[in-house]
């Protein structure tokens, strides 16, 4: 029998163009060998962890030859794990990736892999049994030869503790060469504390545990109670000792025999056993009192698995389907009529919807219904959102409707916390797998269903490699396993509607707000929008960030007790400090960068490299004291309404004031428990939060990065103010929606302000035709990072003609290479950076044709980049 491995250069799979080997796996292994599972193999001079891809029979075996006279393969060493960590249909998905992006197949591999299983592996040495002890031996061999002898084996570390590191480099594989010890790794995994942990449960009958019961309360009348002013030094009597510990096993049998423990999990009702050390809090029961009830047969303590849960300690309300308006109805009988039909059950390809749902239309609740419908026939499903700021929300809605159901994968949980989701993932304790894009890897079959929701956004694409786009490899699992997909936005990509446009997905629209509170046949409405100029409010000698129209509807909305947001997508309080004597502006001596000042801290902040400094009273060039800050950010705006609404309860919602996953949770949860009044932040604001007393939006600018030189600029625009938008209004109040701009006139805030796609769409998919933009060419962004400028330029321009080499040799058409030139920000972190972009139908091509040679340190490539900066 032969395995197709894919073995890294080292105990991790790095990014490195490794192909697969093929290795000899002996008769004694064969049986339990598969593919996806993780086997030890020689790898030049040590030993190493592989994944094995594929297995078949030997040549020998197929040919009826002799094993001999074929050439000679080494052989898999042992198995590192008892089942197979990566399905077949992801292996396939692995494939796909490397293929679709141009990346090594290692890399596109370590996505499936558990969370830090590979992070840590040990070597360990054993005597070779067959060997005798020679006499020639060093003095280092002779100490490790001894200490093998005086155990079974060896980590590799502790010999390393007695000869230092560099000689036992030294002398193992000299030991390993004259075959008197073998060498093998072993998994340890990153560590995640106790892995096990005691369980308590009643195991006996109920006449037995009544009668266990009544004699205690018998000998509790014959004894004397123990005294409650005993001093903590004086020692009980001895009766006084038994009635104590008969009342902490009354009390321990008491809580086991109740409905619902409080040692158990709250989303997870109905444990039938406690955790011990629970147990021991709150009856103070000693260990050998709770052992004289588990040896009179009462109770059994269990080792069990400890889990990490990332839910633990969370009150999640249990919920039931909601009354579906008309055209939410169809929509989901489209999607359910397709988890039916034949090819999605056959796994010969599934279907793929684009549901185009404005604001508050009711996508989610259709993504439920679907899900509900998933688990009926049997299957399992994935949903995606974008951010780790969505997700508390998200699983507060999924959860409830699926209680006990619901595994949350996303790079904020700690490495223990994704282990045991993954694990209860790959054991089918959990149906339903919801997460940011990393969740697409989950170990799930019986695949039916795949939602990506909010499919526009840019957090879906993986900035390293392998650069891969969520939504895209969502569509290709969606193929692979015959499972339906439907990709949710209020605002989609170009790309999607391009594609659901031309056929190649299924487009399902919700043009109207679903009802809210009870059925109604009359739908919510958008809120209007209404635009401010900000050149007329300067003209009428109004310097404010907070226009008059915007003032007035903030005052109006707080006097009504009702919540707005206010949506700026940029931090600090001044995008620059400057002196206007001389025009020094104050800039980060690392990046091509101005810094960014902050007025809570006094201090001025590059948000690329995080470089902080004292903000300058004096400039450093000219001595003058006319310094002077320019340009508005979250933190200004959170200044400018306290000063103008005293009495209003503020919050700031941004990556200054949330830096992690708990702070997200309890600056959304004071919004919506209503202990603030107005909301100022960041992106982190418009993405599918579902806040409904939210009636009023204020857009401070606009205009902010409208006009990057970026081709996606005017589509991220367009995006966030419509998304932003729709958080108001979204319950029984009407909403409403303050623009304030300085380009009025731009088709894309004229649009946004009338929640119409369909005119933006036209414009935008226009645009991108005349000059081959994507969808009708893909880009590849190469970049080079070196110390040196020049080094940087030149390099990029080695690359720019070796790339045009390609083209000009495989003739292609509509191919083509911009640049190279400076990046957008030229030097970052110290580095410089310089990027060409290759525009192509088909750019794995001509990527495919470079060797390691043409991509040495220092490049990174983004296939289909989300930016262009």
């Known amino acids: 029998m032969r395995a197709q491995i894919l073995v890294p250069q080292s105990s991790t799979f790095l990014d490195a163009r490794i192909p697969l080997l093929t290795y000899h796996v002996p008769d004694i292994l064969a049986k339990d060998i598969s593919a996806g599972q993780i086997v030890s193999v020689p790898f030049g001079e040590r030993s190493a962890a592989g994944l094995v891809w594929a297995t078949s029979a030997g040549e020998e075996a197929q040919s009826g030859g002799d094993e001999e006279s074929l050439p000679r393969l080494r052989s898999v060493t042992g198995v590192l794990s008892s089942e197979s960590l990566v399905l077949p249909v992801q292996l396939a998905l692995a494939e796909w990736i490397a293929d679709h992006y141009a990346a090594p197949l290692a890399s596109a591999a370590r996505l499936f892999l558990p969370p830090g299983l590979l992070s840590s592996t040990r070597q360990r040495l054993r005597l070779c049994e067959e060997a005798a002890r020679p006499d020639d031996l060093s003095t280092d061999e002779a100490v490790v030869l001894g200490m093998l002898r005086e155990s079974d084996w060896l980590d590799l570390d502790q010999v390393i503790r007695v000869l230092g590191r560099s000689r036992a480099r030294d002398v193992i594989p000299r030991l390993r060469e004259r075959q008197l010890i073998r060498v093998t790794v072993e998994l340890t995994g990153a560590h995640t504390g106790s892995r096990y942990q005691r369980t308590l449960r009643l195991s006996g009958s109920r006449e037995a545990l009544e009668t266990w019961r009544l004699q205690a309360r018998s000998q509790l009348d014959r004894l004397p109670a123990p005294s409650p002013r005993r001093s903590p030094w004086q020692r009980p009597a001895k009766d006084e000792k038994r009635s104590e510990r008969l009342l902490r096993q009354l009390a321990t049998l008491d809580l086991l025999d109740s409905r619902s423990p409080a040692g158990g999990v709250d989303h997870e009702p109905g444990h039938a056993s406690w955790r011990v050390e629970e147990l021991r809090k709150l009856t103070r029961i000693t260990p050998s009192a709770l052992q004289e009830l588990a040896d009179s047969g009462l109770v059994t303590v269990d080792e069990v698995r400890r889990r990490h849960d990332p839910l633990a300690g969370r009150q999640i309300a249990r919920s039931g389907p909601l009354a579906l308006g008309a055209a939410q109805s169809r929509v989901l009988s489209a999607i359910t009529s397709s988890l039916w039909s034949a090819p999605s059950l056959t796994g010969q390809g599934g279907h793929v919807f684009l549901l185009h749902g404005i604001t508050g239309s009711g996508k989610t609740e259709i993504f439920l219904q679907a899900l509900a419908a998933t688990l009926t026939q049997g299957r399992r499903g994935i949903v995606l959102v974008p951010e780790i700021a969505l997700t508390p929300q998200a699983m507060d809605r999924y959860a409830g409707r699926f209680p006990g159901r619901v595994a949350l994968l996303h790079s904020g949980l700690s490495t223990a916390e994704r282990l045991d989701e993954w694990r209860r993932i790959r054991a089918g304790e959990a149906d339903i797998v919801l997460g940011s894009r990393s969740a697409l890897f989950a170990p799930v079959d019986r695949l039916g269903l795949i939602v990506v929701d909010e499919e526009h956004e840019a957090a879906y694409k993986q900035d390293r490699t392998p650069t891969y786009h969520a939504r895209e490899a969502a569509v290709a699992l969606g193929k692979l396993t015959g499972a339906t997909v439907v990709l949710g936005s209020a605002t989609p990509s170009v790309e999607s509607y391009w594609l659901a446009t031309h056929g190649a997905y299924t487009l399902l629209e919700l043009l109207e707000r679903a009802p809210t509170g009870v059925p109604s046949t009359a739908p919510a409405s958008l809120p209007p929008v209404q635009i401010v100029d900000l050149r007329a409010e300067l003209r009428s000698g109004n310097t404010s960030i907070v226009s008059a129209p915007l003032r007035l509807a903030l005052q109006q909305t707080l006097e009504r007790g009702e919540q707005a947001i206010l949506f700026l997508n940029r931090r600090g309080s001044a995008t620059s400090v400057v002196c206007r004597e001389c025009g020094y502006v104050a800039r980060c001596r690392h990046c091509d960068v101005s ?37 508005v950010g979250t933190e200004r705006v959170e200044m400018a309404v306290k000063a103008l609404f005293p009495g209003a309860r503020v919050l700031r919602w941004d990556r200054d004031t949330a830096r992690t996953r708990a702070v997200h949770e309890e600056l959304l949860r004071a919004f919506v428990e209503r202990r603030a009044d107005i909301l100022v932040g960041t992106q982190m604001i418009a993405k599918g939060l579902d806040l409904p007393a939210v009636t009023l939006v204020g857009v401070v600018s606009a205009d902010v990065a409208l006009f990057l030189p970026d081709f996606r600029a005017s589509e991220r625009a367009f995006g966030l103010l419509t998304q932003v938008a729709g958080r108001s209004g979204r319950g029984n109040l009407p909403g409403k929606v303050l623009v304030q701009t300085l380009n009025p006139e731009h088709f894309c805030i004229q649009a946004a302000s009338r929640h119409d796609y369909a005119s933006f769409f036209a414009a935008e998919v226009s645009a991108r035709q005349r000059y081959g933009y994507p969808p009708f060419r893909r880009f590849v962004k190469c970049t080079f990072v070196h110390s040196e400028r020049y080094t940087a330029e030149i390099e990029t321009t080695r690359l720019a003609e070796r790339l045009t ?11 083509d290479i911009v640049g190279p030139a400076p990046a957008f920000i030229e030097r970052l972190r110290g580095r410089y950076r310089w990027q060409l972009i290759l525009r192509s139908p088909d750019p794995c091509r001509v990527m495919n044709s470079l060797t390691d040679e043409d991509l040495p340190r220092g490049w990174s490539v983004d296939i289909d980049p989300t930016s262009t900066l």
Do not use: K, N, W
Request: charged share 15%; hydrophobic share 35%.
């Open 595 to 631: 810094m960014t000042f902050h007025a809570g801290d006094q201090v001025v902040l590059c948000h690329y490299c995080g470089l902080q400094e004292p903000v300058p009273i004096i400039c450093p060039y000219c001595q003058s004291a006319s310094i002077r800050h320019f340009g």
């Open 805 to 815: 080499q390609i083209i000009h040799d495989y003739d292609l058409e509509e191919t």
